[in-house]
């Protein structure tokens, strides 16, 4: 394995700044977010290699669970961060977070016993990298598909309501709107696995890659990890829906808008 | 045979409002524009949060699940809406009595919702609120995008359902005209409460 020196990684940097210099002149008003991403990258990256290889080398699994702990809360923020229209007080947090915890902490531990089964089973090397995936990917779904819920509802109150009124109950008045935010959260994994290696090589079996296994075994944890990733995104999608569905309506079947906030300005 | 009682109601700081309507009985309500005529006929539906009784016959709104409710105490919004593209897809494939006494052939049922005029709406919500073969008939201005053969062609279906079925109907008009064409009693909403109306 080549290992990279911090001159090759100035290299590529500046490559981001020339890029920078080009928006500056430009005008285009993206340098500064541009070096500022850059540098959290850097800093954020550089963090978490400290912490995995303390991580791997004090194996305990009270440490995974914090580490574990904190990604989950982080994701949390970003699904409520992403929400124009977030439900009121802790369900804003809450609802996106706790589908997430369901969905990617349950699979993740179920690969981890029965698929790769390391020693001890929490093993650092392992979980950590696995429910990283498992996260990211089912937040952006959650994110998408309770945007989706949300923004559409309100759109289309009068709709929902117009359902009510004929007598349909909430589960019947909100059903199409919840298939169409199922949809949007799920088309990102299954557009990623349908052009996978055809169109993108994906990151991680690259890095992998890059990093000297045999293809064929990148290939085979990187299917894995799709299979993992499609059915983590479908049932924390699933839940999160489940609970945004029931949340906008009262126990009279009456659609409750005001459990949302209205949109933040931007 | 149905008896609609509205005791004490109160929604969206209005009220408290109380009404009786006999069996069979057409109440015309008018009032000035914002005083919450709508948002009274929203919460005797149960659409909205409100304090106070609604009573169908012996049966209390809480005591059925709502959109139960919903079926028996129909509400005909002043603007319908439609979530399929075809009038078919809303009727749920079922016949409609109702569609040639308000003009249509039982042809509008392959229609194009997109196409239809704001009268045709109209029409087609009240034949397809009726389909629930409601107990109660809340109508929120019925005819007001309506020519008049049609207003007439609404008018005389309304009553033949109460007639028929025994419904109480509880009917929101800004013509004072069709008030008194309508209703056995009327009603002049305010903040507070009702007045007894004189179109």
Excluded at chain 1, 138 to 165: H, P, S, Y
Excluded at chain 2, 74 to 102: I, K, N, T, Y
């Amino acid at each position: 394995m080549i290992t990279l020196s911090a001159l090759d990684l100035s290299l590529a940097a500046c490559l981001v700044l020339a890029l920078a210099a080009l928006s500056w002149r430009m005008r285009l008003g993206l340098s500064g977010q541009l070096l500022v991403a850059a540098a959290r990258t850097v800093v954020q990256l550089l963090l978490v290699g400290l912490v995995l290889k303390a991580l791997f080398a004090h194996v305990h699994l009270l440490w995974i669970g914090g580490i574990s702990l904190v990604m989950l809360l982080a994701a949390g923020r970003e699904v409520m961060a992403r929400q124009q229209r977030r439900f009121t007080g802790g369900w804003g947090f809450g609802l996106g977070t706790g589908a997430m915890f369901v969905s990617s902490f349950a699979i993740a531990i179920l690969t981890l016993v029965t698929i790769i089964g390391a020693d001890p089973w929490y093993e650092p090397q392992y979980a950590v990298p696995l429910l990283g995936m498992l996260l990211g990917n089912t937040m952006n779904g959650i994110a998408l598909a309770l945007d989706r819920l949300t923004a559409t509802a309100w759109q289309q109150r009068a709709v929902i309501e117009q359902r009510l009124m004929l007598g349909a109950t909430r589960h019947e008045a909100i059903t199409d709107i919840r298939r169409e935010a199922m949809r949007s959260g799920m088309m990102p994994i299954i557009n990623a696995m349908s052009v996978a290696g055809l169109v993108s090589l994906p990151g991680m079996m690259t890095g992998q890659i890059l990093a000297g296994s045999p293809p064929v075994e990148a290939v085979k944890y990187q299917i894995l990890i799709m299979f993992l990733i499609s059915a983590g995104t479908g049932f924390g999608v699933t839940t999160a829906l489940w609970l945004a569905a029931k949340r906008l309506f009262d126990e009279r079947h009456r659609l409750r808008l005001d459990t949302l906030n209205s949109p933040r300005n931007y | 045979m149905s008896r609609l009682q509205v005791n004490e109601l109160r929604t969206h700081g209005r009220g408290p409002y109380s009404l009786y309507i006999a069996d069979g009985e057409c109440v015309s309500l008018r009032g000035p524009s914002g005083a919450g005529k709508s948002l009274l006929l929203r919460a005797i539906a149960d659409l909205d949060p409100h304090q106070g009784q609604v009573q169908l016959d012996d049966t209390p709104c809480t005591q059925i699940p709502a959109p139960q409710w919903r079926r028996r105490v129909s509400l005909l919004p002043a603007e319908s809406q439609w979530w399929a593209d075809e009038v078919g897809s809303h009727f749920a494939g079922r016949e409609c009595p109702w569609l040639r006494p308000l003009g249509f052939d039982p042809e509008v049922m392959g229609w194009q919702v997109s196409r239809l005029s704001s009268g045709e709406k109209q029409r087609l919500a009240l034949a397809r609120a009726l389909m629930n073969r409601p107990q109660a008939l809340l109508l929120d201005e019925p005819t007001a995008s309506l020519d008049a053969a049609n207003v007439a062609a609404v008018e005389r279906l309304v009553a033949g359902y109460r007639t028929d079925t025994g419904a109480a109907v509880l009917w929101v008009s800004h013509d004072a005209a069709q008030a008194e064409r309508v209703g056995a009693r009327h009603l002049w909403l305010t903040a507070t409460g009702f007045e007894e109306d004189r179109p």
